[in-house]
């Protein structure tokens, strides 16, 4: 087991990467041992809410990003108040980023804050969404419309509930790993990059979830509020990624495969603007390609159900009202000789991006 302490903007929360599963009792003494506690899972990690000794989860009605809804910050803040929780209780949720995104911000509404402890059990989870504090909802179809900065007092990553995990989810969490890696200037990329094309079978599961805990943890805590730029750049691919998951509708892809798609997008508008070196774009690439991704523009998912027309503008409005824009400009995050850089893109420059993101489809944004 390794254990790590963070602080985030004066929250302590301690993190432990373990093979097993833990158990109530190892959650309460850390959480506090006299509270009472509720355990939020989904449809497919009740079996683990079970196994942890939760005598009656609350289960969301499913699972994915459909659920990041308000029935959902409902449906926990209800059952928190039949059992009579306060204040000073413990939410734990039990999932992927989902679970932990819908759990931290009912926790966080919760009589102004319950206590928080999340179990993550996606690669996704691990590598990202479970630390850090960002929660949130997805409303009138725009991903994390809602949400607050609510970290939790404890994470667990549990790596042998990784074993029950699809292998379309294994791959959206390898995606913010290999992010995670090209973003760590301490690490050295050329061996990583060796190791990580070998698939999941070969992966050393604890040392990059490690590497990517340190490295997130390290940015958040100088940043806990993303009000300067070091935290932005764990938006690498995430710009370009999230208008795809709109323009494709909620879910439909995976968050990984979206953000994987997104990364060779922000390396071939870094190789355009001459921030890019020609050999790490073709070596971030040539990895998500060899790993399975899709690395083309533009991607399959807008060319679903015709022309790919309304997808391409529903693209292209999503990829306008990032909520990342600064002064009229979009900020990109882009590979440089090292880690990466934010680059704002002006107007004028839309046109390159276009290109870059939609490849043919971008002849129907002159009609
Ligand atoms: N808060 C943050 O900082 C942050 C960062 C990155 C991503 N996110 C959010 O995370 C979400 C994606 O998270 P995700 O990829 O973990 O998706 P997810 O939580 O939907 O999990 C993916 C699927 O795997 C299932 N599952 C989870 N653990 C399992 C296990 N061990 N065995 C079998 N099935 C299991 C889930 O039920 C779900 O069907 C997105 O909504 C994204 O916005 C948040």
Known sequence: MTSLNFNFGGT????????????????????GRDKRYHVICDENTKPYADEIGASVPICLSGSGEKE?????????????????????D???????????????????????????????TTLLGMADAALGGKT?????????????????????????????????????GLAEIIKSVILDETIDENTAFEELSKGNAAVRLEKIVLAAVKLKGRIVEADPRETGTERAKLNLGH????????????????????VAWG???????????????????????????????????PHPALLSGGSGQPLARKFLNALNS????????????IPAQKGAVIVPVSAEKMPLVQEIALGSLTEFLRI
């Open 68 to 88: 990041k809804n308000w029935d959902s910050i409902k449906k926990i803040l209800k059952a928190a108040c039949a059992a009579e929780l306060g204040r000073d």
């Open 12 to 31: 302590d929360t301690r993190v432990f990467i373990q093979d097993e599963l833990p158990s109530l009792s190892d959650i309460l003494p850390i959480m």
């Open 136 to 172: 949130g909802i997805d409303l009138f179809g725009i991903k994390n419309l809602a949400g607050t900065f609510y970290p939790a007092r404890a994470v667990w990553m549990p790596l042998s509930t990784l074993k029950t995990l699809p292998p379309s989810q294994f791959k959206s």
């Open 239 to 258: 710009t370009f990624g999230h208008a795809l998951e709109a323009a494709a509708g909620l879910g439909k892809i995976t968050h990984g495969e979206a």
């Open 263 to 297: 990364i060779v997008r922000a390396c071939e508008l870094g190789l355009a603007l001459g921030i890019t070196p020609p050999e790490r774009a073709h070596a971030i690439t040539h990895l998500l390609q060899n790993l399975g991704y899709e690395t083309g523009a």
């Open 322 to 333: 990032d909520k990342k824009r600064i002064a009229g400009s979009l900020r990109f995050i």
């Open 90 to 120: 413990i939410f734990i949720g039990i999932g992927g980023g989902v679970v932990s995104d819908i759990c931290a911000f009912a926790a966080s509404i919760y009589m102004r804050g319950a206590r928080l402890a999340l179990v993550s």
